[in-house]
């Protein structure tokens, strides 16, 4: 069974304490791995969409790699208005996601 | 410009009744997909529609479940009878066919007591 697997479910960091987030993925023709974030009562909001191995994407404070197996989503230097929730989300072929339970960030003053 | 609207924003209603969810996808998108999320299983995908015929509906989880697609711009989720582990988040998200991004609405927070 396809399988999208985030961890930590929660990370507290300090202000401009840098950490990464991990997505691992079992799953056969990959089409597209997304990275979204979603605030309290708010729907996902669209962050990376990730194609094949070796490929980055940055925004911000923000960047995402993929492998093989798995993506990171590497925070730089985070403020506290990049606390959130950040959910990984695999495609196959087909058009719906495959989402991973999400990462809890709480980036404190 | 106006992202995907849902309707309403929160619903409670007592067990056995029917709710209908609604939901506008951003103007021009032709791809229209339902998710439900809930803290234990995350957000997992009901049902999708392209140009408004549905492609995949396994993900709905049993018979009391319905969605429909009208017309381009609405699309309706309905629970018949509704019960109380359907006690979610219900989501709404739009997309060009062919292209992967797929935009959120707000949800629905239905809460069945």
């Known amino acids: 069974e396809d399988q999208v697997t985030q961890s930590p479910e929660a990370l507290r960091l300090q202000e401009g304490e840098s950490s990464s987030l991990n997505c691992s993925y079992t799953?056969?023709?990959?089409?597209?791995l997304f990275w979204y974030r979603q605030d309290p009562g708010k729907g996902p909001e669209f962050l990376f969409t990730?194609?094949?191995a070796g490929e980055e994407k940055e925004k911000e404070r923000l960047k995402a790699t993929l492998t093989k197996k798995e993506s990171f989503l590497h925070i730089t230097a985070p403020k506290p208005e990049d606390s959130a929730t950040y959910l990984c989300a695999v495609q196959l072929p087909g058009d719906g996601l495959t989402f991973g339970k999400g990462t809890h960030l709480i980036i404190q003053p | 410009d106006a992202g995907v609207i849902q309707s309403p924003r929160h619903e409670v209603t007592e067990m056995g009744q029917e709710v209908t969810l609604r939901c506008k996808p951003i103007?021009?998108?032709?791809?229209l997909f339902w998710y439900r999320q809930t803290m234990m299983r995350g957000l997992e995908l009901l049902i999708y529609f392209n140009n408004n015929v549905p492609i995949d509906d396994s993900g709905m989880p049993e018979d009391r479940f319905s969605a429909k697609m009208p017309n381009a711009s609405f699309s309706t989720l309905k629970i018949q009878p509704s019960e109380p582990r359907d006690s979610a988040v219900y989501f709404c998200?739009?997309?060009?066919?062919?292209?992967?991004?797929?935009?959120f609405g707000p949800g629905t927070r239905l809460l069945v007591l």
């Open positions: 799953v056969s023709g990959l089409r597209g």
């Open positions: 990730l194609y094949s």
């Open positions: 998200a739009s997309s060009l066919f062919g292209q992967e991004t797929q935009y």
């Open positions: 103007s021009g998108h032709n791809s």
